[in-house]
């Protein structure tokens, strides 16, 4: 089902449907700033599962998850005095910051280091739908199994038909990757550079 929700001002009815899609185990597709993502409800395993699934992936690479905010990532990742001035200068942005996970993280979704890929896209559809959810969402770009990458929703939709419960058009998005930069031990390393700035870490 393709849901075409406002990027500047999105629908708080439309956003509550799409939520309530996410907690009955549903997967779907939607905006961030660097690709349109594919999640579920990072409490809901079974949906996970399903997303492995979908995209053919090992198990032993855990998906990155979008929290709502600053004060959000808090409860699913350990955050120090520093991890937490860096990531308040550049969030909401293109970055994902590996850090330490908490319990609260399911374990389907840690490395063997117990480490987590977070992310605060500026945007204001995804970061209303975690917010209506509650928790945090799996953020895994769409893309074909050849690595090819939708930027487009309709694409999305007709590509997946019924895989996914339900596709968000939030118009176009940047088509590059994010910035990865793991925070552990307080030593910024830069995994992959991408749309977010690394020289100011």
Do not use: W
């Not at 929290?67 to 942005?93: E, Q």
């Not at 995804?126 to 799996?138: K, R």
């Amino acid at each position: 089902m393709l849901f075409t929700i406002n990027p500047d001002n999105p629908q708080q009815r439309l956003i509550n449907r799409i939520a309530d899609i996410l907690k009955k185990g549903g997967l779907i597709a939607y905006p961030t700033d660097t690709y349109y993502g594919i999640g579920c409800d990072i409490m809901n395993k079974r949906a996970i599962e399903k997303i492995y699934l979908l995209k053919q992936r090992n198990k032993n690479q855990p998906f990155s998850f979008i929290c709502a905010d600053l004060k959000n990532i808090s409860h699913y990742a350990k955050v120090t005095n520093y991890a937490y001035k860096t990531m308040k200068r550049l969030l909401p942005g293109p970055y994902t910051f590996i850090l330490t996970g908490t319990k609260l993280v399911p374990k389907i979704m840690l490395t063997k280091r117990k480490t987590a890929g977070i992310r605060v896209p500026a945007n204001r559809i995804c970061l209303a739908l975690v917010q209506a959810l509650g928790n945090p969402v799996i953020s895994t770009s769409a893309t074909m199994p050849d690595g090819e990458v939708f930027n487009n929703a309709s694409l999305i939709n007709d590509y997946f038909g019924s895989r996914l419960e339900a596709v968000i058009d939030g118009g176009p998005v940047a088509g590059k990757p994010s910035s990865v930069v793991s925070l552990e031990n307080d030593e910024p390393e830069i995994i992959r550079e991408g749309l977010g700035d690394v020289s100011v870490l």
